[in-house]
């Protein structure tokens, strides 16, 4: 099956997104949210 760029993010993303929990520290979090918004910009 063939994904586009966007399905595959999304999956990348929902992946990513379960790996968050409340055992991570706010640095982890803070580092966490910076990456996913530098990316963000880069694909943009």
């Known amino acids: 099956m063939f994904r586009t ?9 929902r992946a990513l997104e ?4 409340a ?5 982890d979090l803070e580092f966490a949210v910076n990456a996913f918004a530098e990316v963000n910009e880069e694909l943009k």
């Open 23 to 27: 055992a991570h520290s706010r640095e």
């Open 5 to 13: 760029g966007a399905s595959r993010r999304a999956a990348r993303h």
């Open 18 to 21: 379960r790996k968050v929990s």
